[in-house]
């Protein structure tokens, strides 16, 4: 009950972290049609920003300013870069995205350095909100989990209650038709573009200091938030919300469980021996293999249900 | 819509009656001569003084190579059928460890095997894996194709860290290529050989798959990249186009695979992953994925980038960014879509009018460039620190990056050579448009 | 048609171009190839080596070198790639350099040990010795060992063992928690061998592989470890799989001591942070508080003007003991010659800058020196990374201690 209760936190907390990098990128992705590779570089960039305002100002400053940056800067990349390449097709922006994310890696590094930077949880926050069972949960993991939950209400509320809201919903299922309705639908992207840079970035300053901030984040980062992304579905927000839960609770309780291909075999009544073929695969246990299963999901979906768990639409 | 086939089309209606080997030679004689070519390129770097070959330059060119086999068969998904694989490199790393087995097998004496059919093993590795996963992911086309591919690439690629049996682990599988079962009775243990029988091997798998692309399959798989809905009303099914096609190119992946077993006698986990995946579609869109020869320019692009450029900086990656991001803002059709942009005016008689235009953007682009490589070293170097342990050297003159003048020097460049550029690229451009309006009017567009 | 030609000779010209304008460097100097990432993910390790690498060699070059001629590092960066380290060892023979070196990765030295043996047999003119300065599977100096191949740092059985002997009396429920590929799981090998040998009295409560680098929440790991009322977590681990772990561990309160391989390499002392105060052991080959510990005023002199230079610590200073070894042996040799240096480096014995004694056996070419096991505290008179902790030795273990049986049958060519 201990296990599975701290579990379950702690799965919430990790699911949550990712839905904040993976709704920038479903946003982007559904109306852009764009692979944005440069997504993760923004989280990057946002935990970067956060530790540089923080040691000059404090960290609520930061909270505000680094996301606003990130934004400004997905504004700049998508008004001078992403508009230019649209015209060459899918694979052109996707490519244009990932020339940038090795340029934004090189100049963090150039910026900031290899080593990673000391950016840590502010003062205020570092306590013990509650003990489960012996285990203290952090209250910046609480934190964590309200800014995320803000962030999944006030992008929802956005979307539905506000005009630009509206259109950004119609330009997600039918973008052609919303163009030629007279919407100035470049100003339209240009918006989302920068509201998902800043959401990831935003997620970078939460998340920077729960992981450890240097050059090599984006790239540990990058393909898991595409596969909840795309497991999710594009076109929905609430899809991507439940496939960052499910990805995070999943990863989370492979970890707990200890069992394998073997014991279920065993369970039939077959038993495996070291002179078995494919001996070794039977017998690898969950734990070990529970970072590949998004992945193993991910083909699965694609395969039997290819717009994903709630998608609305194909690119 | 592409130059290739424009081409071909020019070529048979000259040479629509000269028989036999004559015919055969003139249109041919590009490959005769690129393949003497490349066997006398290593030439150049022969140390006359000690009688020995560049074994750097050697195992550079092995690996241009073994590359482009690689790339070209990325392009048979990418080009010709539109499918767009991020896990390409499994097919690769897969044939790798197949032909590694294959070659201890045969040092072990339990098959027998001439080493220069050890990657024809490799090209069967591939074709079984290419069919296994090729079977789940051709389900899907597009987007979806490429995120199945995204996934089994990450999922090979840590299987092959885990299981020890068939991936030998962290160390790879380690080979000897010397096993003395050679057809030719060559040892293969000197550089020179194995680079003599990567070239044969390259020529083959790409005189293969340019064949190929005029085969009912390859032509169906233009068909479906270009238009799906019609390509479907002529009969074929369009899953099982895309399920032989990704299978063919798993087979020349697989070669390209063997050809790197035999080339470094060991293969590692870094074979299957996403790096070596990201490589091809590199290799592949900078050389343009329109053309056949594309990914062959593309691929000694790229390699001599991450090879021979990284030894000089380790700001590398950021010229390949940078290199990227200009080609697909203003290129992107890749070289080779740049070379065919010239094939009309080359109709006319007119290319060398270009000539004096190119060398009045070449200088200013020339300074520019300068300006930028220079600032970014100096950048890098004060930030990062001592860049290769050497002092910084611009050509042989020791520079200390502490003062002003180098950044006074890389901005100026910079700056003076982009606005000399643009005023001159205003003047290439408006003759550049006479001349193609020139030829638009002699009707050599096409 | 002609402007394939052109695109062909273009790719001829910049393979050129690249070929010869490559690394300018001084003549008359003995050169040792230096290959390691030094882009991408992985760049920090090779850079932070090369740092160190060349503060050192220029200590030694002041010191006269060997042979009246000085030495020279020349940096190939290997992006963690075989090929591209194989395709640096042929750059460094082509210039006849007598040495390269390496660091970092056990894929690339498994790849480097036999290319180097092969080349070495089939090209008597240009050979090479290869110094591994850091790439610990124990195969390395066992089943896949080789006369060319010599290893000056402990392999990873030594390492755990010194783990085990740093394991203190009240600690009897150890957890061990690795990353799952062939280093990761020749650690979980060797500490449960050490641990059956020295301490029978520990009981290993859980045993655990994690996906190399893929893990981003530990938490859950925690949870289990502390489940099982383990007291001590050993683990090889290293990088972020290392940071977010002690991280996690720290921050759900949990009362764990860590013994670590890697923690005290650039980075981790910023990543650990002051929450770690008195909880995480590195098994180490140096840590600046050493010196004054021991009362080496100067080796606590020169590893201090390291420290003004560079804000990352001065681990890998124990390199100095390395280059020190291959300034004997090529003086000892008389000439730059690969062979006869080999020869005179086995079986030399040396002692090293702080003091103690080591040898370079001559077996398996593995070198037999002390280690240390530092604690990760306030206090000390050198602190890491300018957070206020340092690493504090907690247990030495001198070389004769450390002693391990090999397997390896050297096959050794004509003396000359």
């Not at chain 1, 930061?62 to 097709?89: K, S, W």
């Not at chain 2, 000690?50 to 060119?61: D, Y």
């Not at chain 2, 342990?389 to 003159?397: L, P, Q």
């Not at chain 3, 760049?43 to 690498?53: C, I, P, S, T, Y």
Request: aromatic share 12%.
């Amino acid at each position: 009950m201990e296990v599975f209760l701290v579990s379950l936190l702690n799965g919430l907390v990790y699911g949550m972290l990712l839905f904040m990098l993976a709704s920038g990128l479903t946003l982007i992705l559904s109306m852009m049609g764009v692979l944005n590779f440069a997504h993760a570089s923004a989280y990057m960039l946002g935990a970067y920003f956060a530790y540089t305002i923080s040691q000059q100002i404090g960290f609520w400053p930061a909270l505000v300013l680094a996301p606003l940056l990130c934004g400004a800067i997905g504004a700049a990349i998508e008004m001078y870069g992403l508009r230019r390449v649209h015209r060459n097709g899918h694979i052109a922006e996707l490519l244009f995205t990932f020339g940038l994310a090795l340029i934004i890696e090189k100049v963090v590094q150039m910026t900031w350095g290899l080593i990673p930077v000391p950016y840590r949880i502010p003062a205020g926050l570092d306590f013990p909100l509650f003990t489960v069972y012996g285990t203290h949960f952090p209250a910046y993991r609480a934190f964590m989990l309200l800014i995320s939950a803000l962030m999944f209400g006030a992008i929802w509320l956005g979307l539905t209650r506000t005009r630009i809201g509206l259109v950004i919903q119609a330009a997600l299922h039918h973008p052609e038709m919303v163009g030629a309705l007279g919407h100035n639908v470049p100003r339209v992207f240009t918006t989302v573009f920068a509201a998902g840079t800043a959401l990831a970035g935003l997620a970078g300053v939460i998340g920077g200091n729960y992981q450890v901030t240097e050059p090599a984040m984006a790239f540990t980062m990058g393909p898991i938030v595409f596969v909840v992304v795309v497991f999710g579905g594009l076109g929905s927000l609430t899809g991507c919300f439940i496939a960052s839960l499910l990805m995070g609770l999943i990863q989370t309780f492979a970890v707990v469980l200890d069992y394998s291909l073997a014991d279920l075999l065993r369970w039939l009544g077959l038993t495996v021996t070291s002179a078995t073929p494919f001996h070794e695969v039977l017998t690898v246990p969950l734990p070990r293999i529970g970072a590949l299963l998004p992945y193993v999901l991910l083909v699965l979906i694609l395969v039997f249900k290819p717009r994903g768990l709630m998608g609305t639409r194909d690119t | 819509m592409s130059a290739d086939a424009t081409q071909r089309a020019a070529q048979r209606a000259t040479l629509v009656a000269a028989p036999g080997f004559a015919a055969f030679a003139r249109r041919y004689w590009l490959w005769f001569a690129a393949f003497v070519a490349a066997l006398l390129l290593p030439w150049l770097f022969f140390d006359w003084s000690t009688h020995r070959h560049s074994g750097f330059a050697l195992t550079m060119l092995s690996e241009i190579g073994l590359m482009s086999v690689f790339a070209l068969s990325f392009n048979m998904q990418m080009g010709q059928a539109g499918l767009l694989s991020f896990g390409h490199a499994i097919l690769f790393g897969l044939g790798g460890y197949v032909a590694a087995h294959t070659l201890n097998a045969i040092k072990a004496g339990t098959m027998w095997l001439p080493v220069e059919l050890v990657p024809l093993a490799g090209g069967l590795g591939g074709l079984v894996f290419g069919a296994l996963f090729g079977y789940v992911a051709t389900q899907q086309r597009a987007t979806a194709f490429a995120m199945i591919t995204m996934g089994l690439g990450e999922l090979v690629a840590a299987c092959a860290l885990m299981f020890m049996a068939f991936f030998g682990g962290e160390g790879g599988i380690s080979t000897d290529r010397v096993t003395g079962t050679s057809l030719l009775g060559v040892s293969y243990s000197s550089s020179w050989e194995v680079y003599c029988l990567v070239v044969v091997w390259t020529a083959i798998a790409t005189m293969a798959m340019r064949l190929q692309t005029q085969t009912p399959l390859g032509r169906m798989a233009n068909a479906a990249r270009d238009n799906f809905e019609r390509a479907q009303f002529v009969g074929y099914d369009p899953r099982m186009v895309r399920f032989y096609q990704f299978t063919l190119s798993g087979f020349f992946a697989g070669i390209g695979g063997g050809l790197y077993a035999i080339v470094y006698e060991i293969v590692t986990f870094d074979t299957v992953a996403a790096s070596k995946s990201a490589t091809a579609l590199l290799a592949t869109y900078i050389g343009g994925a329109g053309g056949f020869f594309g990914p062959l320019l593309g691929t000694i692009v790229v390699v001599l980038l991450q090879s021979g450029v990284s030894l000089l900086s380790n700001a590398w990656l950021l010229y390949v960014g940078v290199l990227f991001i200009v080609m697909v803002m203003y290129a992107p059709g890749g070289l080779v879509g740049i070379i065919a942009q010239h094939a009309p005016i080359a109709r006319t008689g007119r290319l060398r009018e270009l000539v004096v235009p190119y060398a009045r953007i070449l200088v200013p682009g020339v300074l520019s460039v300068f300006g930028f490589v220079l600032l970014i070293e100096l950048a890098s170097f004060t930030t990062i620190g001592v860049a290769q342990g050497k002092a910084f050297k611009i050509g042989f003159h020791a520079v200390d990056p502490a003062t002003a003048f180098p950044w006074l020097l890389g901005a100026a460049a910079l700056i003076g050579g982009g606005a000399w550029l643009r005023l001159e690229a205003r003047g290439f451009r408006t003759r550049w448009d006479a001349l193609i309006a020139d030829a638009k009017a002699k009707g050599a567009m096409l | 048609m002609a402007t394939r030609i052109i695109a062909r000779i273009a790719g001829v010209v910049l393979s050129a171009c690249v070929a010869w304008a490559g690394p300018v460097m001084a003549e008359g100097t003995i050169k040792i190839a230096y290959t390691d990432p030094l882009s991408g993910p992985f760049a920090q390790v090779g850079d932070a080596n090369l740092k160190q690498m060349q503060y050192i060699l220029d200590y030694i070059n002041s010191k006269g070198g060997a042979l009246g001629k000085k030495f020279e590092l020349v940096p190939f960066d290997n992006k963690s790639q075989p090929s591209d380290a194989l395709i640096a060892l042929k750059s460094a023979t082509d210039q006849n350099m007598p040495f390269i070196m390496q660091c970092s990765g056990s894929n690339i030295a498994a790849a480097l040990i036999e290319a180097v043996d092969k080349h070495n047999s089939r090209n008597p003119e240009s050979r090479i010795i290869y110094v591994n300065c850091g790439a610990v599977a124990t195969e390395l100096t066992n089943e896949k060992c080789s006369f060319w191949h010599f290893r000056f740092d402990a392999h990873s059985a030594m390492k755990a063992e010194v783990m085990a002997r740093a394991l203190p009396k009240d600690v009897t429920k150890v957890y061990l928690l690795n990353q799952d590929y062939l280093f990761g799981q020749s650690v979980q090998r060797d500490v449960k061998a050490s641990l059956a040998k020295l301490r029978p009295d520990v009981q290993v409560v859980g045993d655990e592989l994690i996906p190399l680098g893929k893990i981003k929440d530990f938490a859950p790991y925690i949870t289990k470890i502390k489940a099982s009322g383990a007291q001590a977590l050993l683990t090889g681990n290293w990088g972020p799989d290392m940071n977010l772990l002690i991280k996690a561990g720290i921050d759900a309160g949990v009362d764990l001591r860590y013994y670590t391989m890697y923690a005290h390499l650039a980075g981790g002392a910023v990543a650990i942070g002051p929450g770690g105060d008195g909880k995480v052991r590195s098994v180490q080959s140096f840590n600046e508080n050493i010196a004054p510990e021991i009362g080496n005023k100067e080796a606590e002199a020169w590893t201090k003007e390291f420290r003004e230079k560079y804000p990352f610590d001065f681990y890998a200073a124990g390199f100095r003991t390395i280059f020190e070894y291959l300034q004997e042996a090529t003086a000892k040799a008389g000439a730059v010659d690969p062979v006869k240096i080999a020869f005179a480096l086995e079986g030399l014995k040396h002692k090293d800058f702080l003091g103690y004694e080591t040898v370079m056996r001559k077996d398996d070419h593995q070198l037999i020196s002390e280690y240390f096991v530092g604690t990760f505290k306030k206090g000390v008179k050198y602190d890491s990374e300018k957070t206020g902790l340092g690493w504090a030795t907690e247990t030495t273990v001198l070389a004769k201690d450390l002693e391990q049986p090999t397997t390896c049958k050297m096959k050794r060519p004509a003396a000359q």
